[in-house]
C-alpha cells in the first residue's frame, strides 16, 4: 500500500491541525486549553500518532513493540500533564475518524478493505497501551500527592514554621485555613485506607489531610467532628470511634493533636466503642486518670467485688443505664428481684449503697477508676 502511504503523506500537516481544531472544539478538557498548548504538547501527540499510522500503511503491517512504548511515553506524558483519560480516548477516536475519512476520499475502493483493516488494528494496539499508561501515571501522581499531602500534615502537626506550611500547600494544591479541627479515629472493622481517603474528600468536598497509619486526620473550618464521623461510619459501614480537638490557628495544631491523643486513650481505656468526644465529654475521667494515689485508692473501693465478676457487671450496667433499675434488669435480662438481691449484695461486701446519693457518686468514681487502673493505654490506629 506504498501507493496509498504517498497519497496520505503530504497530507500529515494538515490532518494533524484539523484533529487538533476537532478536540478543542468537540472535548471540554481541550476546549479549555490555551493555543500555545493545542499547538504544542497537543499537535506533537497527534502528528506522532498520525506518523505510525502512515508507516503502517508504507510497510502493511500491524504495530511494533517499540511503537508501542512511544504510545505509552506519549499517553504518560499527557497524564502527568493532568489531561483526563476520558479525553485522550475522545481523541484518539476523533484522529481515527477525521484519518479515515481522509482515507476514503483518496484510496482506491480496492484499497479501502485492507487500509480500514490497518486502522483498526492500530486502534486495537494503540488504546488499551494508552489506557494502561494513564492508569499507571495517574497511580504514580496519586501516590506522589499523597506523599506530599502527609508531609504537609506532619510539618503541620510539628509546628513547622508557616513558610515551611506555605510551600507544602502550595505544590500539593490544599489551602491551610486558620482554624482546624484535629479528629484521632479508629474504626471496627477498618477499612482500606483509600476508601477512608475517598469517603473523607467526598464528605469535606475538598481535600483532607490524614495519616491513615496514625489515625490522624485534619478537618477544616467547616466540617464537624460528629458530621465527619457519621458520614464515615455510614460511607463505609463501620463502628467510628473518634476524639476531636480544635486549633484556632495552625501554630495550635499541634496542641490539638496531643489533646485528642489524650482523650482517645482515655476513652479506649474505660471501654467507649463508638461516638465522639472532646475533652470537655470526659473531664471527670480525665482528672481521675491523673496518676496518684488517689486513682489506686478508688479502685480499691470495689476489691471485695473482684472474685464476683457478675456482681462487676451489674454494678456497670446499674451505673450506665443511670440508676435505672428496670433497664438494667432488662440489659442484664434478670428480674428485679434478681437485681435488688445483687445490689445488696453490693452494699454489703462495699459498704457503699448506690440508694445514697453520696455512695452513688463514690461508686461511679470507682468504676472509672478502676477501668483506668487495670487496662493500660492502648496503642495504634483500630
Partial sequence: MRDLHD?????????????????ASDVPFYR???????????RESV?????????MLRDEETLRPGDLTWVVELSARRARDHVPLEAALAAYLIGARTWWRTLSAVAAPAELPAAGALLLDGLAGMMPAVVVAHLQAQ?????????????????????QPFHVVAALAQDVRVEVGQRH???????????PDRLVQVALDAHAGTPVL???????????????????????GEALSSTVLAAA???????????????????????????????????????????????????????????????????LDTLRSF?????????????????????????????????LDPAVPEHARLLDAALTATALHDRPPEAGPG
Avoid: W
Wanted: glycine share 10%.
Fill in 32 to 42: 479549555g486549553l490555551p493555543a500555545e498548548v493545542l499547538d504544542g504538547p497537543v
Fill in 319 to 351: 451505673v450506665a443505664h443511670g440508676h435505672n433499675r428496670r433497664q438494667t434488669a432488662l440489659d442484664l435480662h434478670i428480674h428485679r428481684n434478681t437485681l435488688d438481691y445483687r445490689l445488696h449484695r453490693i452494699t454489703t461486701m462495699t459498704g
Fill in 245 to 311: 480537638a480544635a486549633a484556632d490557628t495552625p501554630a495550635g495544631i499541634p496542641a490539638a493533636a496531643a489533646e485528642a491523643r489524650e482523650v482517645m486513650d482515655l476513652v479506649t481505656r474505660i471501654g467507649r466503642t463508638s461516638g465522639v468526644y472532646r475533652l470537655d465529654d470526659v473531664l471527670v475521667e480525665y482528672q481521675l486518670s491523673r496518676p496518684g494515689p488517689g486513682l489506686q485508692r478508688l479502685a480499691a473501693k470495689l476489691d471485695p467485688l473482684r472474685g464476683h465478676p457478675y456482681l
Fill in 210 to 232: 490524614a495519616d491513615h497509619a496514625a489515625g490522624i486526620v485534619l478537618l477544616p473550618d467547616g466540617v464537624t467532628a460528629a458530621a465527619m464521623a457519621a458520614g464515615l
Fill in 181 to 191: 479541627t484535629v479528629l484521632l479515629v479508629r474504626f471496627a472493622p477498618r477499612p
Fill in 139 to 159: 497511580e504514580d501522581l496519586r501516590g506522589e500527592s499523597a506523599r506530599a499531602r502527609r508531609e504537609l500534615l506532619a510539618a503541620l502537626l510539628h509546628g
Fill in 47 to 55: 502528528g506522532t500518532v498520525l506518523g505510525l499510522l502512515l508507516r
Fill in 7 to 23: 497519497r496520505m503523506a503530504p497530507r500529515l500537516a494538515e490532518l494533524t491541525g484539523e484533529i487538533v481544531a476537532g478536540c
